[in-house]
């Protein structure tokens, strides 16, 4: 659902940029946390939410972003002309740079357009924009999905 995976891999690494209210950083456990309105930035990808838990995976800038919210909540703007904006929310949300991974869990939601998807975990590659949805380990609740057709401008 997230698209312009092409574009990034073209360019130079896009930098990670946080704001917060506050932060702790620990070099020696390669973890930062920043809590208060966090907002996480890279490209045209927004995270934001209430507490932010950054691990780095290895020296080459790798990481795996935690957030945390009620929610936390997911802003792509389009790469490319044509494309839609997405947005979604959920209790937590995992971003992994190195695979351009985002995990959202527990009511997760995504919107694109006129399509939403709703489930307790959605896994969206930024890169391939293929996107799995699944309901939770304890959870009854199927996925929904609507889809909202295109109007043509011929009526049909």
Do not use: C, F
Request: glycine fraction near 12%; proline fraction near 3%; avoid cysteine.
């Amino acid at each position: 659902m997230v698209a312009g995976g092409a574009a990034w891999a073209q360019q130079e690494p896009l930098p990670i940029r946080i704001e917060s209210d506050s932060a702790e950083l620990s070099q020696q456990e390669g973890t930062s946390t920043y809590t208060g309105s966090v907002v996480l930035t890279r490209g045209g990808l927004t995270l934001t939410g209430d507490k932010l838990v950054v691990t780095r995976l290895n020296d080459r800038g790798n990481v795996k972003a935690v957030l945390n919210g009620a929610p936390a909540r997911l802003d792509k703007q389009p790469d490319r002309t044509g494309d839609d904006v997405v947005t979604g929310h959920s209790s937590r949300i995992e971003y992994t740079n190195a695979d351009s991974t985002v995990v959202m869990r527990g009511n997760a939601v995504v919107n694109r357009g006129g399509d939403r998807i709703a489930s307790q975990v959605i896994r969206h590659n930024l890169d391939t924009q293929r996107t799995q949805a699944a309901r939770g380990e304890n959870d009854g609740e199927r996925v929904q999905i609507t889809i909202t057709p295109q109007n043509d401008g011929d009526g049909s």
